[in-house]
């Protein structure tokens, strides 16, 4: 078939369809040519089985195309020449102990020395007579120009077939046990199963895509004719990876709605409108369209699953206290989640300050006191407490609400997947699923939203409200050290406050504790001698670090020396100075949110990264963050940067990886394979019809033991 105009090896009639999973699962020592030593070599590299070594796919391509006759090489130019060997020696350099063969090799147009370097087994294989393509540079050596030898094969006949000197050559990722050129001569002995390759994708959809079988797409991926055929097929493998992977997700999240029944919510009413006037600022434009979209779903019975994501600043809070407070208008209990109890703490003050009488609050907290426990649980388990603050403690099976509605959970990457769906469960335990809004400050790049959270709806709420300052930012190499101090303490002398954030030297929190500890004490007696300095760590007790905080938000503290704990849940407007120690120790969204504890005045503000990185990834990151505030912006550089690998370290579980797709380079791709699998759910929503039953075979393959799991959870 033909593909954008390009050739697509077909199968001929007599093939069966489609290779089985059986055929699929052959190890690869019982194909011919490979012995135990190979296949010990490429297990070790997670090559075991046919389907592994088919769906390696190459990183790139070496361009071999041209081929040239002896007679019209020219000096310097990288060619590839086939030709005949005429003779053949060896010499061993005296200097530096080299072995050189050199062999002559004439094509009918002329003939050139070729030369290979500490390769000695070549002269008991270029015999006078045996026919070659090398693919080499020729350039001056000593009194005449040779062919310096790069790769070379043997060739059966004058038109043999090549695999590593001509044409578009594959460049595998390899390893120093397997080599990109052991992969192209184990590849060989699959193409057979290539062809055979079963689709998963319905003709229909294919003829109405424009899209090759994943046969041909596969073979012309390992082996194409021209750059546009291995792009066009890498286009179409791309496709189907996404494609599986977001009916996958979508399976999984309208499962989830099915199931259960949510509570829907009145219309908006006496509650909603008083706290909306009772705001000291008006709602910007994407605060009213997020709290749009999470009405529409309230209001019916499928429950919410929905991600609201929005900057540093940028007013989510205060959307989802909006949210809980519809719960409580209809009669029912909202909940909200933080990790940690200072953020809870926060919540907790903030719900108090806006939403005044019209709702009651509790927070709940392990800092409570037996006592204060009890009376609270006593008001949550009989609904006198409308709003429930809490933190991992909402999780105690002693909590019972009444009737919880609305669940919010913020910064929900920090709870595992168990951790995030316990209160969930219990509430369908007892026949009453809750909606659910999950809500981030990190910026999700829109096609790592639909890959790491795709079952769920995504709602984002950009720009920042009025007043808030954009911070200037510096690095400051360890050159100028002195002088980031001396700006520091220009700051502090005009009445401003100062954060110090130490990075993280390993996974000890202890150890990390130690490290700020130990700054802040060499701050304190050093280049801050003549200010208040206080220190705050994980390691301290919640009352002790809530005592240094407090003191920090008034003011009696100049200078907070701190662990990354203070990257959320900090809000004080007098400080203007974020310094970040071993900024390249951090990740950019992490810096970035670290930035976004100061510029939260009216005075102008300033992020100093203190860093030893000059080039690479780190250098990169930190250059980034001069260039932009927006937080969206840097999720996607972010992105290029790092790499989704990285990125989704913290994904939620059942997501597969991504063999070829990468998010960076294919997010109109990632799009296309939403719209079609949502498509193709609207037409058959179990995938239980014959033509979708590949489609289904091939999801469950792509998850593994983790779809049944996503399906049930």
Known sequence: ????????????????????????????????????????????????????????????????????????????????????????????????????????????????????????????????????????????????????????????????????????????PASEQVSARLLRQVMQGVRGDMRRLADPLPALLRVRERLPTRADATLAVHQPRTPSQARRARERLVLEELILMQVGLLLHKRRQQERVRATPFGPPGRLTDAFVAGLPFDLTEHQGSALDEIEADLVGPRPMRRLLQGDVGSGKTVVALAALLRAVESGLQGALMAPTETLAGQHGETAARFLGGLATAVVLTAALGARERREALARIAEGEADIVIGTHALLQEDVVFRHLGLLVVDEQHRFGVQQRDELVRRAERAGRAPHVLHMTATPIPRTLALTVYGDLDVTTVAGAPAGRQPVVTRVVDEARRSEGYEFVRRQLRKGRQAFVVCPAIDESESISAATAVAESERLRAGEFRAFSVAVVHGQLKPAERDAVMAAFTSGEVDVLVATSLVEVGIDVPNATVMLVEGAERFGLAQLHQLRGRVGRGTAKSFCLLFSEAQTGTSRARLEALLETNDGFALADRDLEIRGEGQLMGARQAGVPDLKLARLARDRDTLLRAREIAARVLDEDAELQSAVHAPLRVAVEAAFGDELAWLLRA
Do not use: C
Not at 116 to 141: A, D, H, I, K
């Open 1 to 172: 078939m033909r593909f954008g105009g390009e050739p697509y090896e077909t199968p001929p009639p007599a093939t069966p369809l489609a290779a089985d999973s059986t055929a699929l699962a052959r190890p690869l020592s019982g194909l011919p040519g490979i012995g135990k030593v190979t296949a010990r070599r490429l297990a070790t590299f997670g090559l075991e089985t046919v389907g592994d070594l088919i769906d390696h796919f190459p990183r790139r391509y070496e361009d071999f195309r041209d081929r040239k006759d002896v007679r019209d090489l020219k000096l310097g130019e990288e060619a590839t020449v086939r030709g005949v060997v005429e003779r053949v020696s060896t010499e061993r350099t005296a200097r530096k102990r080299v072995t050189v063969v050199r062999a002559v090799v004439g094509d009918g147009t002329g003939s050139v020395e070729a030369m290979w370097f500490n390769q000695g087994y070549l002269t008991r294989v270029l015999e006078p007579g045996t026919r070659v393509s090398v693919r080499g540079t020729y350039r001056p050596q000593g009194r005449r120009p040779t062919f310096l030898v790069r790769s070379h094969e043997i060739l059966g006949d004058e038109e043999g077939e090549t695999l590593h000197t001509e044409g578009l050559v594959p460049v595998y």
